[in-house]
Each structure stands twice: as C-alpha cells, then as structure tokens.
C-alpha cells in the first residue's frame, strides 16, 4: 500500500479559537497516523515560502500577517489517500462554500480566517513537510493499523 503524508496547519485563529482538539480528532478518528506535532511562532520568511505560488496576490501580505499573528499547530498526517481526504475533510478555501461536515464548514465563516491548512497535492505536501520540519517527523507504527487497513 502506497502510504503518503500531508502538511495539516492549525492557523492562528484555530489555535486561538480552542479547535486543536477537534482538528486532531477527526484526522485520528478517522484512521490517519500523527507524524509530527509542534506549536509554533511563525518567521515571516517562513510564512512567505509557504505560501510563495500567492506572492502575486492582493490578499499575500495580509495572509502572511494572519500566518504570524500567532502560533500555528504544525502537523504531519499519513495513512492512505490522506491527502485528498484531508482537502474534504478541510472544506473549499471560502468557509462559506464548504459543506457542514468539514472542518472549515463547521467551525468558519470567512476566507482570511479559514482556520487549517492542508497540502494540495503529494508534491506540495513534500515541499511543506520539508519547509515546516527540516529536523524530520516521528517514525513509529500504530497498534490499531491491520484494524484500519486490511
Ligand atoms: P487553500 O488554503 O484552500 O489551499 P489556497 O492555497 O488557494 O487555498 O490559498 C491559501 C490561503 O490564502 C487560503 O487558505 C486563504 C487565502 N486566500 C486564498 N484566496 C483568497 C482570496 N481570494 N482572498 C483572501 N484570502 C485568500
Ligand atoms: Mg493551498
């Protein structure tokens, strides 16, 4: 089984607002595996990167301001498919059009205060593991996997 990984970022307003718990209880209720975990302030240089293919935006220097305003849950999720399930779970980038049910659905309302990200695809979910944890993740097998997997 191909596994693969996906950076899930709990943004300030996330952090502020109380929703690390719950953000992290459906990825692990789901199945998915935690590789990494750290709340952290955010260098602008970093948000910056991140979110480089947006520099040309209007909205990039107020994002990179939201990004920085406080800490960030920085997480590393795997298990199959985790990539695309984590973009549905997550919800459309506008609150407003994602469906009750995902994280973005349940618990905001407007764009620049989305609550989460997630890497949109394999490649950028390596480029933002690499970027958010150079020092690497947590190397360890669940209990539950033949449980989850067949
Ligand atoms: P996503 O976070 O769903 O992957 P994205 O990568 O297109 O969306 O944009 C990154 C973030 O930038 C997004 O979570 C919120 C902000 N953003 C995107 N489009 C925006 C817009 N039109 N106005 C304001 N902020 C926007
Ligand atoms: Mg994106």
């Known amino acids: 089984m191909a596994t693969e990984q996906s950076y899930i970022m709990i943004k300030p307003d996330g952090v502020q607002r109380g929703l690390v718990g719950e953000v992290i209880k459906r990825f692990e209720q ?26 040309a935006r209007p909205f990039f220097p107020a994002l990179v301001d ?13 298990g199959k498919g985790v990539v695309a399930t984590g973009r549905k779970m997550i919800g459309a980038t506008n609150p407003l059009a994602s469906e009750p049910g995902t994280i973005r659905g ?19 979910a390596t480029r933002e593991i690499g970027l958010w ?5 947590a190397q360890w097998t669940p209990v539950a996997k033949p449980w989850i997997y067949e």
């Open 30 to 55: 789901r199945g998915y595996t935690l590789k990494g975990l750290k709340l952290m302030n955010v260098e602008k240089s970093l948000a910056e990167k991140h979110y480089e293919d947006l520099s």
């Open 66 to 78: 939201y990004i920085c305003s406080g800490p960030v849950v920085a997480m590393v999720w795997e």
């Open 106 to 124: 349940d618990f905001a309302i407007e764009v620049g205060r989305n609550v989460i990200h997630g890497s949109d695809s394999v490649e950028s």
């Open 133 to 137: 944890f150079p020092e690497g993740v």
